[in-house]
């Protein structure tokens, strides 16, 4: 079981834990926390309260690789300093045969593009970086990834506004299917080992890709 990002505090005990031992797992194998902002890890404490973790990264992880089955992991920074707080960002690339995604944290446009010098070639999925904001998604970015679907990570009505009309309209000239939580709720991604993958949001069909 791998883990990446707590949410904000009441998400670590009210859903993360339900979801984990739902799934029949009784540890956390790797913990990623991308950064430290409240909204990816305030949900820390009150999840390692309830389940053992093995081994966790915090903001601004070195380079690591692993394998869990047929399943690859690699941990990488974009290499932000402290005044780049959302650049420091521990991203997350996650390759199961020809299919990979990238989860990227809150990167901006400068951290984007130092992950292009560490993640070479396409992603078939991947979390909109900064939860959609103007701040993230460069289109030269969007150039270099081209993923098939890119899945937001918002709330309703957030006060931020998140993701920008301007962003999702940028994914969509270029083919992309956006799946936003706010519109679709929890997104099940469900990757066979061929690299085949079906993906859903709780509140639509499934759709085979």
């Known amino acids: 079981m791998v883990v990446y990002d707590t949410g904000v505090e009441r998400i670590g005990e009210q859903v993360l834990y339900p979801t984990i031992v739902r799934m029949g797992h009784g540890m956390i194998d790797m913990l990623v926390v991308s950064h430290n902002d409240d909204d990816h890890a ?47 960002s521990c991203a997350m690339v996650v390759s ?48 270099h990834f081209m993923p098939e679907v890119v899945v937001v990570s918002a709330g309703f009505a957030n006060r931020f506004g998140h993701p920008h009309p301007e962003i999702v309209a940028r994914y969509r000239q270029r083919g992309m299917v956006v799946y936003n939580n706010a519109e679709h ?12 993958y079906t993906i859903s949001g709780v509140r639509d069909e499934r759709d085979y890709l």
């Open 42 to 88: 305030a949900g820390l404490a009150t999840l390692v309260r309830r389940i053992p973790v093995a081994t966790s990264f915090r903001s601004g992880c070195a380079e690591q690789h692993w394998r869990i089955a047929y399943v690859e992991f690699r941990l990488l920074s974009a290499g932000g300093h402290v005044r780049e707080h959302n650049d420091s």
């Open 96 to 143: 199961v045969g020809s299919f990979r995604s990238l989860i990227p944290g809150d990167v901006e446009k400068h951290g984007e593009e130092r992950l292009w010098q560490r993640v070479l070639g396409n992603v078939r999925m991947m979390v909109a970086p900064h939860h959609g904001s103007r701040t993230s998604s460069a289109p030269g970015s969007l150039n």
């Open 185 to 196: 709720g929890a997104v099940d991604v469900i990757v066979h080992r061929t690299g085949r």
